[in-house]
């Protein structure tokens, strides 16, 4: 009884999880036909080398975008300013310790302090709009989108501003017991997020706002604050993207860094299976989204496609799986089914009287 | 007139939602030049039917002809252009569109060079003319006239499109008694001129007023087509129900008996002067543990918005607000909530239940937003939680984690229910709980409304249904019009008919002018 | 209640006043000359043919785009692939002139382009029912990928046959002032104003047009129960969106001489800053082609005194256009806002002047002329309500 019980409480996530690491699989699968030294791992100076190393190293900021993005998009919102909050984040850090020439480990915790900070302000202020004035959500980030870039500009006067800060590279590029550092950090914050949803009923919570903010008011829930809480969240999570993608090569190009993560990581929490209107959320399909995002960028260069294209195929593949999930798509499927199986029927009954 | 041809056929119509037969092989026919009422009680698939027919929905069985032609409607474009027009209860028009733009959408008046303004506002004018708005600038914005006005200019637009087939769906739930004769006169001027009409209103009156025919519905299933003149009122209302006239009168004055236990116990709840501009005027009400107080009053008397500024869902512009002895700013669910307050709304879908989420976090919810996001309830203890209610309230669901959309409209209302018992509330406000649910629910759910305040709960209770209303309520506040208009004491002799002729004369001792 | 509404209307008819939609719009033509009035105090030479010519010769396809945009904004929903629908047009065009086929074919491509990326967004937002603004993100970059597939370096359209993309920025001199102070129309405004006066013949003179208002109601569904064909309206009005972001991109790449996939970066935002600044409400339901010019006219001019200011950085551009955009959107909502409570109130004033007699004979009668409006007052999704309408399962 309590299996059955298990089985019709939530079949669709499992399910769900399994079609994700076949995707993982398969995308595997062709860049090892392509060539497969795309297997190889090596060992070189403390720390494994290698694609695959590539992949999870490179995972760390899709999987901040994509567990932040999940939980607005749960709330029925968007978070379009992402790309643009890294952007943020990577031009406070580094114009930081670019002026500070800060070189050592305190340096590099204050850059990323610093970075958060501002990230948290973006998110506060997106949060308000949203809560409090209850502007659009897209509306509202859209705008972010665009001005967050002109506030990254503005922070580094528009220039690319490097720095030098081994400690603050070593977030992205250090290694743990042969692992690389950042997806293991990534990872734990991912844990961390998924604690604060599921050990607190700040999840629930925010689905039931998801799935209607007025009942959810007269079940005596804040929406506006959950709301609120959302868009902070993702800006924070976004920031420390903006960290790791700057860390890995210590500069930061305002009009670059971060462009397009919103669509990567809208595409992470549709392959995660969270739906885009909002509701029940899945923080493991979130990470395995962000994986497949990591592994599909690494194969669109390992298969030698230049790297403006890749937008493309992620709105492709965005575009396929709303597709699939559409009420249009499965009716049709259900009515060629019934047809069939009417067709089944006539025939059988026609072999009948034929007997 | 029986003689003619049908213009509406509709043959064994079946309709099925997840989980409900909405209809199940219900036949309805129509003539043209009479006007023809929809019978049944809430969750008896009128709104359904109507649907059915006006391309909403699409059937899952049957055949639906209009003229003679058999139709398969994809959506409401199809509908009208059958000839089909429908005029809901909650104005569907473009409010942001002017009078004029919006008779004419979709036939508007062309010449060579696209829409003729001129010419569309003219025949608009003339439709309004028809229905006696002759006066109404077609160049005034849709949301400057009132609601009344609006449903008229709806009705109007039918004569438009040439609809030969006119719904009223609860068409004069907004309007008073001038409106609802002038509404009679133009019905009778189209019925007149051949157009059929379907007329769905719960108020029986206006029914025997205007109707020539009826068909009953219940729980889905046809029961009958009648000529109004040959059927009592009474024939009536028990067809609607499914029981007979003597059975419900020993039902009403059934309970009644928890009078006397509450009249010695401090009023749990106090309010003085609690209003709310444009909702509801201010109010004075007491209400003591053990007690279930009433609120009787028709659609728009202001029963739900007193409920709600109890509630703090809205904020009250006037008025205190004393919560055992203690004067308390009630200015949101929250803080209703955790001061022992719980309000189950009217509107079940929007904002009750939370769809997609499982039947115990639906349960759980709002004991949970007292506690704070910090503190959740475990796991454990919810799972306690559920065990308690299915039993207490037994609540037919599949599992806890079973979505709560999947279950019947009476187990949806059961598990809110047993989301605000478990909030143990001090005074627990209850807003048409037995609203679109079968008889059997029903009369389980008022068992307990009963039981709950001999357990020494305060409870207020709101329905349409007079009936039921004068059936278990110990005082009954009367509104009207968005004021309360008397408080009466439910004493063994007092009936619906006296709180209808209260509404009706607008209090108690007050002399009518 | 009739007394009351009738002495009402009958007097609007009399009086001539300005409808409330509307008000935006004049707002905006007052904004515009005030801008000019000042631009002229501060800096000079505002008020000469050749700045007119100007802002108008150069920001054509802005006005195209901004018309364009506020057709889906008038339904509540919006193109955000209009950016990038430019850049794809522009490389596509761009590489084919460079091919050889000739330069008015590929305009003509350059703009099916633009209407079949809209016929992909409506598509996907009819029978698939994605949102708006996600659908049109898939869109936008899908069109970013692509043109960046073709090309990732400028294309330019020097002379020859490539050169010849560059006849649509042909200018005319209409009047020969002095010192450059010239009256100049290029072949880009007069396509611009083709454009607007198309897109306000569609909007105001059809029955699609009309359609698409109705779409923009703040009751979603009542332009579905009226029988309105709503979902082809969807696709018409992405096709729209889409089409006339490939005559944009034409124009541009006309004027500048040279075509490239980073090209439309961020000109969704300027394009609903226009529209938006016109007096269209960004949740639909009310805005004129017509005010979106204007619109765009006080958003080009606003451009044209930052620019002759020159003391405000140029990284800082598009954080002003957010807060303008940001601006116009928060009014937007406070109006809104305002305009509930008032309703409320208005409802409690005929509720009072009901006649009480009226309703002492009859038990039905007792329904009073409340109406409940304000009931659903919060701040309520629609989603639950929407979908019961349309679909089933």
């Not at chain 2, 043209?32 to 059937?59: C, D, F, Q, R, W």
């Not at chain 3, 579905?224 to 064909?229: A, I, W």
């Not at chain 3, 003391?311 to 937007?332: A, C, E, K, Y």
Request: charged fraction near 15%.
């Amino acid at each position: 009884m309590s299996s059955e019980k298990k089985k019709r409480g939530g079949p669709a996530i499992p399910k769900r999880l399994l079609l994700t690491i076949i995707a993982l699989v398969l995308l595997i699968i062709i860049d090892v036909i392509k060539d497969p030294s795309f297997l190889h791992i090596g060992y070189v100076n403390g720390g494994l080398n290698g694609p695959l190393i590539d992949v999870i190293r490179d995972s760390a900021p899709f999987l901040m975008i994509a567990v932040g993005m999940t939980l607005v998009i749960s709330t029925s919102g968007i978070d379009l300013s992402v790309g643009a909050s890294m952007a943020v984040a990577g031009a406070v850090a580094m114009q930081f310790m670019h002026n500070t020439n800060g070189t050592g480990l305190g340096s590099a915790l204050l850059a990323i302090v610093l970075a958060l900070g501002v990230c948290a302000l973006i998110g506060a202020w997106n949060g308000l709009l949203v809560s409090g004035l209850g502007l659009q959500p897209f509306i509202t980030t859209l705008i972010m989108m665009l001005a967050g870039r002109g506030i990254a500009k503005t922070i580094t006067s528009g220039e690319n501003t490097s720095a030098v800060n081994s400690a603050f590279s070593w977030i992205d590029t250090g290694y743990v017991l042969g692992i690389p550092f950042a997806f293991i950090l990534a990872t734990l914050i991912v844990l961390a997020v998924a604690a604060l949803m599921r050990k607190t009923a700040l999840g629930m919570m925010i689905e039931s706002v998801g799935v209607n903010p007025e009942a959810s008011r007269m079940g005596g829930l804040k929406p506006k604050r959950v709301i609120f809480s959302v868009y902070l969240i993702s800006a924070i999570l976004a920031g420390m993207a903006g960290v790791f993608t700057t860390g890995n090569v210590m500069r930061v190009t305002p009009s670059q860094t971060g462009l397009s993560y919103e669509m990567d990581a809208v595409l992470a929490v549709v392959i995660g299976g969270t739906s885009l209107l909002g509701g029940k959320f899945s923080l493991s399909g979130a990470y395995l989204g962000a994986m497949i995002i990591s592994l599909l960028e690494k194969t669109i260069v390992w298969l030698g496609i230049s790297n403006a294209a890749t937008p493309a195929f992620k709105a492709i593949i965005v575009i396929a799986i709303c597709v699939l999930q559409s009420n249009f798509f499965t009716n049709a499927l259900k009515k060629m089914r019934s047809k069939k199986q009417s067709k089944a029927a006539m025939t059988a009954a026609r072999e009948g009287a034929a007997a | 007139m029986a003689e003619t041809k049908p213009i509406v056929d509709m043959e064994g119509i079946t309709i099925t939602f997840p989980g409900v037969k909405a209809l199940d092989g219900v036949s309805f026919k129509m003539y043209p030049g009479e006007v023809h009422s929809l019978m049944g009680e809430n969750g008896a698939g009128k709104s359904t039917l109507i649907k059915a027919l006006t391309g909403v929905y699409t059937i899952d069985d049957g055949s639906i002809k209009v003229g003679g032609v058999e139709q398969r409607f994809a959506g409401t474009g199809d509908a009208e252009r059958a000839g089909i027009s429908t005029v809901y209860q909650e104005v569907n028009l473009a409010t942001n569109l002017s009078i004029g733009e919006n008779l004419m959408l979709g036939h508007e008046k062309r010449n060579k060079l696209g829409i003729d303004w001129k010419a569309s506002h003219e025949v608009a004018h003339e439709a309004l003319e028809q229905v006696g708005l002759g006066y109404l600038d077609t160049h005034a914005l849709l949301s400057s006239i009132s609601i009344a006005m609006q449903q008229l200019v709806a009705i109007a637009r039918a004569s438009v499109v040439k609809a030969k087939v006119l719904i009223l769906d609860e068409p004069t739930s907004s309007l008073d008694e001038n409106e609802v004769q002038r509404l009679f006169d133009i019905i009778r001027k189209l019925k007149s001129e051949g157009v059929a009409i379907l007329f769905v209103s719960h108020f029986l009156d206006q029914v025997y007023e205007i109707s020539d025919r009826m068909t009953v519905l219940r729980n889905g299933k046809f029961v009958g087509e009648y000529l109004v003149k040959d059927t009592p009122r009474e024939q009536t209302i028990s067809l609607m129900i499914g029981k007979s006239m003597e059975s419900l009168s020993d039902l009403e004055g059934g309970v009644k008996q928890t009078l006397d236990e509450y009249k010695n116990h401090k009023p749990v709840l106090e309010v003085t002067q609690i209003g709310r501009r444009g909702e509801i005027q201010p109010v004075d009400l007491t209400i003591r543990p053990g007690e279930i107080l009433g609120f009787a009053g028709l659609l728009g008397s202001g029963r739900t918005e007193l409920a709600r500024l109890l509630f703090g869902a809205d904020k009250p512009d006037t008025g205190t607000y004393k919560l055992e002895g203690n004067t308390l700013t009630v200015s949101s669910p929250y803080i209703a909530l955790k001061n022992g307050v719980a309000y189950s709304t009217e509107d079940r879908r929007d904002e009750g239940i939370l769809s997609e989420l499982s039947v115990r976090e639906n349960m759980i919810l709002a004991l949970q937003a007292i506690r704070g996001w910090a503190h959740p309830i475990s796991r454990k203890e919810q799972e306690e939680i559920c065990a308690t209610y299915i039993k207490a309230l037994s609540i037919k669901t599949p599992s806890t984690e079973t979505p709560i959309k999947s279950l019947s409209g009476g187990n949806q209302q059961k598990v809110l229910l047993a989301r605000w018992l478990a909030t143990s509330p001090k005074v627990l406000i209850l807003d048409e709980p037995t609203r679109g649910i079968d008889i059997g629910a029903k009369s389980e759910i008022q068992e307990t409304i009963v039981q709950l305040a001999r357990q020494g709960k305060a409870i207020v209770f709101i329905s349409s249904e007079l009936s039921e209303v004068v059936r278990i309520s110990s005082r009954v506040l009367i509104l009207k019009d968005r004021k309360k208009v008397a408080e009466v004491e439910n004493t063994p002799d007092f009936t619906q008919g006296n709180i209808v002729k209260i509404i009706a004369q607008g209090g108690v001792n007050e002399n009518v002018k | 209640m009739s007394a009351a509404t009738v002495s009402a209307t009958r007097h609007t008819k009399k009086k001539f006043s300005l409808p409330v939609s509307k008000i935006p719009a004049v707002v905006a033509i007052g904004v515009f000359i005030l801008m000019f009035l000042y631009g002229q105090f501060a800096y000079g030479k505002f008020f000469r043919l050749g700045t007119v010519s100007t802002l108008l010769n150069d920001n054509a396809y802005l006005f195209i785009m901004a018309v364009g945009m506020t057709i889906p904004i008038l339904t509540g929903g919006i193109d955000l692939s209009v950016g990038a629908v430019v850049a794809l047009s522009s490389v596509v065009g761009g590489s084919l002139a460079v091919a050889g086929v000739p330069w008015y074919l590929c305009a003509l491509i350059m703009v099916l382009v633009g209407s079949v990326f809209g016929l992909l967004s409506g598509t996907l937002i009819r029978y698939f029912d994605m949102q708006p603004f996600i659908a049109t993100l898939a869109t936008m970059y899908l069109g970013q990928g692509l043109a960046g597939m073709i090309s990732t370096d400028p294309i330019q359209l020097l002379d020859g046959n490539a050169g010849g993309l560059r006849n649509f920025n042909y200018t005319f001199t209409l009047y020969d002032g002095r010192k450059a102070n010239d009256l100049d129309v290029s072949v880009a405004l007069l396509i611009a104003i083709v454009v607007v006066i198309f897109a306000y013949w569609v909007m105001h003179r059809t029955r699609s047009g009309r359609t698409i208002y109705a779409m923009g109601a703040p009751s979603k569904q009542s332009a579905d129960l009226m029988g309105l064909p709503t979902g082809r309206s969807l696709q018409l009005i992405y096709l729209l969106s889409g089409t006339f972001s490939g005559i944009a991109s034409v124009v541009y790449v006309a004027g500048v001489g040279k075509a490239q996939n980073v090209m439309g970066q961020g000109w969704e935002l300027n394009a609903i800053t226009c529209a938006v600044i016109g007096g269209t409400i960004i949740t639909g339901g009310s805005g004129y082609v017509l005010g979106t010019v204007v619109g765009t006219l006080v958003y080009t001019t606003m451009n044209l005194i930052i620019t002759r200011d020159g003391r405000v950085p140029s990284t800082w551009m598009t954080i002003i256009t957010g807060i303008v955009l940001l601006l116009f959107v928060v009014i937007q909502r406070l109006i809104i806002v305002g305009a509930e409570r008032r309703t409320r109130t208005a409802t409690l004033a005929s509720a009072q002047t009901v006649d009480p007699s009226a309703a002492q004979t009859d038990v039905s009668a007792g329904a009073g002329a409340g109406t409940g409006t304000g009931a659903n007052s919060g701040t309520g999704t629609s989603r639950p309500g929407a979908a019961q309408a349309t679909q089933r399962e």
